[in-house]
């Protein structure tokens, strides 16, 4: 069934690329906290805190939104599609960030109150939405694009890693600031003090960790969405 094999390519991609990109990420969210000289001190092992909570969130949450993607694309278009998956997912992402974040700076506690996992839904939904479209319309575009230069055969796996990075770096150049400020509320309990730690620091406070963001996104989009698109035809034609 192609919709099933999409499902579970869209879930094993995203599932590979988080523990290829984890150590990145840990990096990225301490940068937004302005914590440089604790990124130094990190050992290998404490570069990877956190990424069970990453692993589940990417499993369950790459199943809803693929599962909702798939169909929705059918009968509407990508950018549908993409809106109301990246919808649903947000839901399921939502509280497994919370754990990582606070994971990744070593301060997690043993039962956290729901509400208080909760409370940076609005921003994560702000950053999804508008990534997931971005990204899979420009990746959808360029792959149309691409298919008129090859007409009789398979996309080169080169360019379609190339469409995933492209389309990546253009979705991780608009939701940075939305990322920095959630990761502040993450990490402080409090929109209030969340805001206040960026206002410190400045306009440069939306950009902190772009670099890291270009990266890990760039490997997410370009990696997850070949393993996505080659996982899938292998398991269509089996």
């Not at 839901?91 to 940076?120: A, C, D, S, W």
Request: proline share 4%.
């Amino acid at each position: 069934d192609p919709y099933i094999a999409r499902m579970i390519s869209g879930c094993l991609g995203s599932c590979i690329i988080s523990i290829l990109a984890y150590p990145l990420d840990t990096i990225k969210t301490l940068t937004h906290l302005k914590k440089r000289n604790t990124i130094i001190k990190l050992s290998s092992k404490q570069l990877y805190k956190g990424i069970k909570y990453d692993l589940m969130s990417e499993a369950i949450s790459s199943l809803f939104f693929f599962s909702v993607y798939e169909k929705l694309k059918e009968h509407k278009n990508v950018a549908y599609g993409a809106f109301y998956g990246a919808t649903c997912c947000s839901v399921i992402k939502t509280p497994f960030e919370y754990l990582k974040v606070h994971g990744q700076l070593n301060i997690l506690k043993n039962r956290p109150k729901l509400g208080v996992m909760f409370r940076h839904y609005p921003i994560t939904l702000m950053k999804a939405v508008p990534t997931q479209i971005v990204t899979f319309s420009s990746v959808e575009a360029m792959k149309i694009f691409f298919s008129k230069e090859f007409p009789n055969q398979t996309m080169p796996l080169s360019l379609t890693i190339l469409s995933g990075f492209i389309a990546g770096s253009l979705s991780c150049i608009v939701n940075n600031p939305l990322d920095v400020l959630k990761t502040n509320v993450i990490a402080h309990n409090s929109f209030k003090k969340g805001i206040n730690n960026m206002v410190s620091v400045g306009v440069t406070s939306m950009y902190l960790g772009l670099r890291y963001k270009f990266l890990t996104t760039g490997m997410n989009v370009s990696i997850g969405y070949t393993i996505y698109e080659n996982i899938s035809n292998i398991l269509i034609n089996l």
